[in-house]
């Protein structure tokens, strides 16, 4: 969901640049950082951007760049500058404050008030008409130059995911090597830990319970289903517009399939392909977050 997208158009000799950024968001949440829109004009402008964008962290940005000849003017806004003054007076006595003003700081305090950017205003363009279409379009034109951008990290971000994808599906035959051994490796620890503690068992109901508890620990399920949501992601990616809520809901559920295969290991070299799995599909979820 991340983007950046820019623009410019000229009216009457005025340069408009439109600059347009999106970060990650559950939602659309759009903020115009602007005064040259008309109010009137706004929610179709919210309306573009979230029927184009769908959702996230989305804010517009509309500056100017005066023209050699042109007639717009930088207005004193003497408003602003009764404020900034009115808390400089507070900040000092009134024997200092004469001093400042009339004396030999009066020019330094002055001129570094008068440097701050909302103490001048641009006249604003009365935006009717052919002016509002031609700013519009260049709105328009960031819009879909961020919808490009999106769309070529997405490309990029496709063959991470799907890389990432694929390093789990090869880890779970990687799994399957060691499970006899795994089984063998029990059935070891229980004999050796009876014939410890030298007692004599039924051996009939000794089988019984070795069979119950090697049960317990198979895997065979979390193994099948994790390869269901592995390829339920991938299908998801293909099929749907905008699956990135989605994909995020499967991958939790991969999560909590090799959580319970490593649960339920009870093998070194198991758990060591547990935690590769684990930062694989860590990279998954991060990189979810960011698909629309």
């Known amino acids: 969901m991340t983007g950046y997208g820019k623009a410019e158009t000229t009216i009457n ?55 050699a000849c042109s007639s717009a003017a930088s207005i004193l806004n003497k408003d602003v500058l009764r404020a900034y003054l009115s808390q400089i007076d507070g900040a000092l006595n009134d024997t200092k404050w004469y001093n400042a003003i009339c004396g030999e700081y009066s020019a330094p305090i ?3 008030v008068l440097r701050m950017s909302d103490v001048y205003e641009t006249a604003r363009e009365d935006f009717t008409g052919e002016c509002w279409e031609q700013l519009f379009g260049a709105i328009k034109q960031a819009v879909e130059n961020l919808d490009d951008f999106r769309t070529t990290e997405g490309a990029t971000l496709r063959r991470d995911v799907t890389a990432n994808m694929e390093s789990i599906e ?6 399957e090597e060691f499970e006899k051994e795994r089984i063998a490796a029990v059935r070891q620890r229980i004999d050796a830990r009876i014939e410890e503690l030298k007692v004599q068992v039924d051996s009939n109901r000794l089988e019984q319970e070795i069979i119950f508890y090697i049960d317990k620990l198979d895997i065979n399920e979390e193994k099948v289903r994790l390869r269901q949501h592995c390829r339920y992601f991938r299908e998801t990616m293909d099929s749907e517009e905008f699956p990135g809520k989605k ?18 290991a009870n093998h070194a070299e198991i758990q060591k392909i547990v935690v590769k799995m684990k930062a694989e599909l860590e990279k998954i979820k991060e990189q979810s977050m960011n698909i629309l």
Do not use: H
């Not at 408009?16 to 939602?27: C, D, G, P, Q, T």
């Not at 402008?45 to 023209?67: H, M, S, Y």
């Not at 991958?251 to 090799?258: H, L, S, V």
């Open 13 to 67: 000799n005025v340069k408009y640049i439109v600059e347009i950024r999106s970060l990650n968001s559950k939602a659309a949440d759009i903020t115009l950082k602007t005064s040259l829109i008309p109010r009137e004009k706004e929610m179709e402008v919210r309306q573009l951007i979230a029927g184009k964008l769908n959702r996230g962290t989305i804010d517009l940005f509309i500056t100017t760049e005066k023209g």
């Open 110 to 112: 002055l001129a570094s």
């Open 247 to 264: 994909l995020g809901f499967i991958a939790q559920e991969m999560g909590r399939e090799i959580n319970t295969l490593g649960s339920k």
């Open 170 to 175: 090869n880890y779970i035959p990687m799994v």
